[in-house]
């Protein structure tokens, strides 16, 4: 009876041991893989945000560049037509291409079709940018 009451103490004090281990490591395993998701969150947070901003700041340029049409503002236009035609729809980006040849021919028409054009185009980026906010976690 005594080997028994010996063996059976023994097995709870290996298990006594082994148990905070296994719970140790569980728990750093389960950490690392909450860490890796909040990394992949934030950046694809950083993504959206920076999706958005090029987008603004190419909508806020177009508007500048219709209202006070200066090489200043056609300078401006250019850079953030680059940061903003990979986020756009092709449809979005085909007509800001059109836009974009016009300006670079300093060919502003003073017709209200381009200006419709143009209105147009800027609600479509902004509704783009509503959906996209949407998406932010």
Known sequence: MEDITITITT???II??????IT???NNHYQLKIKRL???DKRYNDLILYKINALQSYCQSLSKI???PNEESFIEYGKDFGKAIIYMTEEQAKIATEIYKKFQKRKL???SDFSDVCCTHL???KNQIAILETKQI
């Open 24 to 26: 140790t490591l569980l």
């Open 66 to 68: 219709i209202i006070y």
């Open 38 to 40: 909040e990394a992949m």
């Open 109 to 111: 028409d003073e017709n």
């Open 11 to 13: 097995v709870i004090a």
């Open 123 to 125: 609600l479509e980026i």
């Open 16 to 21: 006594s041991l082994i148990s905070p281990i």
